[in-house]
Each structure stands twice: as C-alpha cells, then as structure tokens.
C-alpha cells in the first residue's frame, strides 16, 4: 500500500477547514492510469473548491487540483505505459475527483495527455489550466483570422493566469497588447512579458447606458466578466472579436444586440474542461513548439501543499500576480 500527502478540504462549523493529511493509493477512485503527481497549479476554480462555493465540489472532504503533471506508475491502456510523463487537467479533476493537490491521482485514461517534447513537467504546470485557456482564447482569435495590422488587443485581468499568458502569447505572436490591471504596482511585470500599454481596471469599471462606444479595440481577451467585458464588448472595433472564459468580476454581462448588428462583434467562448481531448493536446503542443514562451519562470511563484491555504485566500481576493506553481515532490 502506498502513501501519499494530500491537501484535504473539509467542510466545518466555522466554515472550510484546509488540513495536510496522508492518504492512500488504495482510497483513490478506480481508472485506468495511476500518476504520481510532481506538480500542479493553483486556478481560480481550486479556491471555488477549497472555500465551498458552490457549482464546483459537491462532497466533501475533497483533495481540489484541476491541474496536475506527473508520471505513470500503473496503467491498463497499452498507448498510456508505465514511466511515460502525463499531462491531466479539467473534465472532472479536483472538482469531484480527488485531485492535483495530492501526490498521486488515479484517472480515465481519456483525461490524459502525454506529455509533448519540448515541455517539462514543471512548465507544464507553470502554464497549467490558465495556459491552456488563454492559448484556446488566442486560439479561436487567430480562428476569426485576428491579425497584427488591425490594431491593439485587450487583456483583462492582466496580472492573473490567464492574462498573464494571455499577454505573453499575444506579444509574442506579434500583436500590440494593452493590459488592464486593478494592480497598480505591477506595470513592470506586465511589460517584462510583452505589454506595450497598462490601462487600469476603473477605466472599463463604469456601468454605461450608451450602446456602443468608442472602438479602441480590434480584439480583446476577457477573463472577468461583469461590467468590464459589456464595456469591452462596446468598445470593439468592427469585425472584433473577444474571447471569454472567466467570471472573477461577474458571470453576467449586459449589452444590446448593437454591437454585433451594427459592428459585426463576436463573442467567443472558451471552455478548457470539457473540450475534447484532442483540442487540448493540439493547444499543449503548441504551448511547447511555435508558441513556447521563454518567460515562463518570471510568471511562477511556487509553493507546497502547506502554503496553499494562504495562497488560496490569495487567489480569491484578486491578489496573485502570474501562476501558483504547487511542488509535489
Ligand atoms: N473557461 C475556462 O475553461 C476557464 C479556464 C481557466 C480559468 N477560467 C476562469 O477565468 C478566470 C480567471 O482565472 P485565473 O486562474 O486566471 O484567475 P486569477 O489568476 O485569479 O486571475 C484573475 C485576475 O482577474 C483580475 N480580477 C480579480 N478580481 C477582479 C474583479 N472583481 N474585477 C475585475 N478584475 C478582477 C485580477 O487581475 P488584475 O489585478 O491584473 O486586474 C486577477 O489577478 C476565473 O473566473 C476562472 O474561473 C475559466
């Protein structure tokens, strides 16, 4: 029987209890691939599990972790062998399957990505499900034939993980990115990974009646919701196109159809869990080949099972700049 540490969520009294406890390979749940689990990341969603919001973990005491990259130690499907390093992030991972935070999960083996050349299991995770969305974000611009010449991209929630390398990716790819920020300490940060303009949080804050305004944007990259994203969406220019995954702000957002009728915006959506194997695959390959960022580490800061109860707090304030790399090992 072997042991493994675990960050344990339980529901108390008082409210959440978060605990470092040693588990059992034996109590995970059955599937077809065991990994001993190097690294994962800290996500938005994990603090959701981890202070029990609801829509996320329905029974608890729960190991959260949407993200993990490891190895695996025992497999029954022959393309998945023993020793083959693994990517395995969303579908059900950490929400109600135990999750990233342990040191080892046992999952379907149709939630598992082997691990492409080019990418270790520390960088993998340094981008983790954040990466991944924001490379899907760019992704399905680049799919609305998004080009350079047409002007600046937005980036909302600038600092968090998916902005992070939301900015990165799009600077890279040769675009003018304007970052919006609430941090006001953090410009050198969102320079040093490609911004070339930081606008802050309050100049897109403001509920506004008028339907459209000013197009100052050709695409934009959302990870808020709420008040900022109508005001992104009113300020694209014709043809724009923004790409939303995340709800920080709000899940909610208010506009009339004018912006798509007069100026021809799209909203895009972008959903990093339940996409199809496949697709996340294409977008980790390309996160380790064409769109490698040479920046990774000034994104990461790292912590271990012990320090994520504060780092949770952290992320659910709005307070943590780049990706929280959680060690394992
Ligand atoms: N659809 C998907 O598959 C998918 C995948 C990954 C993440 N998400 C969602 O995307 C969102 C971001 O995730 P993340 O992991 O990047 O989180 P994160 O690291 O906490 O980043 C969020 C950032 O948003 C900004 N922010 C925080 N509170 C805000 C508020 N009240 N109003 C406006 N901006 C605010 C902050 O950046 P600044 O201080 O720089 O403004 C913060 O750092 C979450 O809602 C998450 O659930 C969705």
């Not at 470092?20 to 190097?38: A, I, K, S």
Request: hydrophobic share 45%; proline share 5%; glycine share 12%.
């Amino acid at each position: 029987m072997t042991s493994f540490d675990a960050f344990w969520v339980e529901r108390a009294d008082d409210g959440m209890r978060h605990q470092v406890v040693t588990r059992n390979v034996d109590d995970l749940p059955e599937g077809d691939v065991l990994v001993e689990v190097f690294y994962s990341s800290l996500n938005y969603k994990d603090g959701m599990s981890a202070k029990g919001i609801l829509g996320v973990t329905r029974d608890y005491p729960h190991t959260p972790g949407i993200d993990a990259a490891g190895i695996i130690r025992a497999s029954s499907d022959p393309t998945l062998p023993v020793g083959e390093e693994v990517i395995v992030i969303g579908f059900d991972l950490g929400m109600n399957t135990p999750g990233g935070f342990g040191q080892y999960i046992r999952v379907p083996s149709g939630w598992v990505v082997p691990m492409p050349a080019g990418l270790s299991l520390r960088e993998s995770m340094i981008l983790g499900t954040a990466g991944l969305t924001a490379a899907l974000c760019v992704e399905k611009l680049l799919w609305m034939n998004a080009a350079p010449e047409q002007g600046p991209v937005l980036v909302t929630g600038a600092t968090g993980g998916v902005g992070s390398v939301a900015v990165a990716l799009l600077a890279n790819l040769g675009f003018e990115v304007i970052a919006m920020t609430g941090k006001t300490d953090q410009n050198d940060y969102l320079s040093g990974l490609g911004a070339e303009t930081i606008i802050g949080r309050e100049s897109l804050q403001e509920n506004s009646n008028r339907p459209m305004l000013k197009p100052l944007y050709a695409h934009a990259v959302d990870a808020v919701g709420g008040p900022i994203l109508s005001n992104v969406i009113k300020s694209l220019s014709p043809q724009g196109s923004v790409a939303i995954c995340g709800l920080v702000a709000s899940s909610s957002f208010d506009v009339s159809v004018l912006p798509f009728i007069l100026r021809g915006v799209n909203v895009l959506g972008v959903d990093s869990v339940e996409l199809p194997l496949e697709d996340k695959a294409r977008n980790w390959t390309k996160l380790a080949e064409e769109w490698r960022l040479a920046n990774l580490e000034a994104m990461a800061t790292e912590v271990e099972l012990g320090g994520l109860s504060e780092s949770i707090e952290k992320i659910m304030e709005g307070g943590v700049v780049g990706r929280t790399l959680v060690r394992l090992r």
